[in-house]
């Protein structure tokens, strides 16, 4: 219960840091660097999120065990709902306070890029990992392991 409130609290800290309004060039080259920290920070409290998620699914016994497609399924469902919330946050909040259209320009295509960087990086990182820990639940998200 704990770690719910950590991470609600975490994202509210991390995506309450722009009340300013931005009106030159500079600003915007700071808040578009912000937008890819937080975008990092996020892809990473996704992959956390759906590690606690895959630990607490236990395993099935029997011939035909389906807790792997349960843990797949919520992988999917988090690495899905991750950039979502993040580009409809930036496209709806954030960018109300960037006063020109060249610099709205500019920041909607740094917010489309950094929501592709959330996919990519949650993707990579999550396989590779699964692939590390192959016997544990978190790998067993790939698939059946051969024995």
């Known amino acids: ?3 719910n409130y950590l991470l609600v609290l975490s994202t509210f800290i991390l995506f309450s840091c722009n009340t300013t309004k931005v009106e030159n060039i500079k600003s915007l080259d700071a808040l578009i660097y912000q937008t890819y920290m937080f975008g990092i920070i996020l ?3 996704a992959l956390v999120l759906a590690f606690i998620v895959s630990n607490i699914i236990k395993f099935q016994g029997g011939k035909n065990p389906r ?5 797949r399924v919520w992988f999917i469902l988090i690495g899905i709902l991750a950039p979502i919330v ?3 946050y ?3 909040y954030t960018s109300s306070y960037i006063i020109k259209a060249p610099l709205l320009a500019k920041f909607s295509i740094a917010n489309i890029l950094a929501t592709l960087a959330i996919l990519v990086l949650y993707a990579v990182v999550g396989v590779l990992s699964m692939l590390i820990f192959r016997r544990s639940k978190w790998g067993s998200i790939l698939g059946k392991s051969k024995n």
Do not use: E, G, S
């Open 90 to 92: 930036n496209a709806l």
């Open 1 to 3: 219960m704990k770690t």
């Open 43 to 45: 892809a990473f409290i």
């Open 67 to 71: 807790d792997h497609i349960t843990r």
């Open 86 to 88: 993040f580009f409809l």
